[in-house]
C-alpha cells in the first residue's frame, strides 16, 4: 500500500490536471506510439510555440481527471500510451498540429479530443484541425465587410471622373 505522502502527491497531481482540463479551450489525446525522439522533440516545440501544453499522463490518472473535470466519456479512450495536448486560449491549435504529425508518422493517432464542454471522436478532431484559426477567419470576415466598400468607393470615383471630364473640356474651348 502506497504511503499517504505519495498518495497525497498523486491526487494533487489528478486535481491540477483536472483544473487545466476545466478552463481549457479545447484538448486532443493522441496516441504516441513509435514517434522518434527526434519527431517528438519538434512536436513538443510546435505545440509549446502554439501555447498548447502536451505531456504523458498515466491513464488513471487521466481517467480521474477528465471524470473530476466533467469529460467522463474521455474513459474509454484510454487505453495504451497516450498524450493529452491542453490549450487554455486556441480551440483548433492542438488538433492542428497534431493532425499535422498524425498525418506523417504512421503511428502517431488522434484518439478523441474535447472543445466547449463536449468530447469528440477523432473523425471530428480531424474536422477541428481544418477549420482556419481565428485570426484567419477574422481576416476573410474584415475583407467581405471591406469589399462592398471598396466597390462603392470605385463606383463614385468613377462618376465623378465621368461627370468631370465635359466640365473641364468646355472651360478648355472657351
Known amino acids: 500500500m502506497p504511503s499517504a505522502k505519495i498518495l497525497a502527491q498523486k491526487q494533487a497531481a489528478t486535481d491540477a490536471l483536472a483544473e487545466k482540463l476545466k478552463s481549457a479551450a479545447a484538448g ?28 504523458v499522463y498515466k491513464n488513471t490518472m487521466t481517467s480521474r481527471a477528465c471524470e473530476a473535470a466533467g ?10 500510451m497516450n498524450a493529452f495536448a491542453v490549450s487554455q486560449s486556441d480551440p483548433v491549435a492542438p488538433a492542428k498540429i497534431l493532425k499535422e504529425y498524425a498525418d506523417k508518422l504512421e503511428t502517431f493517432n488522434l484518439i478523441a479530443g474535447f472543445v466547449d464542454g463536449v468530447v469528440i471522436n477523432a473523425k471530428q478532431v480531424e474536422e477541428l484541425a481544418s477549420t482556419p484559426s481565428k485570426e484567419e ?38
Open 137 to 174: 477567419l477574422l481576416g476573410r470576415l474584415l475583407g467581405s465587410l471591406q469589399a462592398p466598400l471598396y466597390s462603392l468607393a470605385r463606383v463614385l470615383s468613377a462618376v465623378t471622373e465621368k461627370d468631370e471630364s465635359p466640365a473641364a473640356e468646355e472651360a478648355a474651348a472657351e
Open 71 to 80: 469529460y467522463g466519456e474521455m474513459k474509454q479512450y484510454l487505453n495504451g
Open 28 to 55: 486532443v489525446l493522441v496516441n504516441y506510439t513509435g514517434i522518434t525522439v527526434e519527431d517528438d522533440t519538434a512536436l513538443r516545440k510546435a505545440l509549446r510555440e502554439a501555447g498548447v501544453d502536451y505531456h
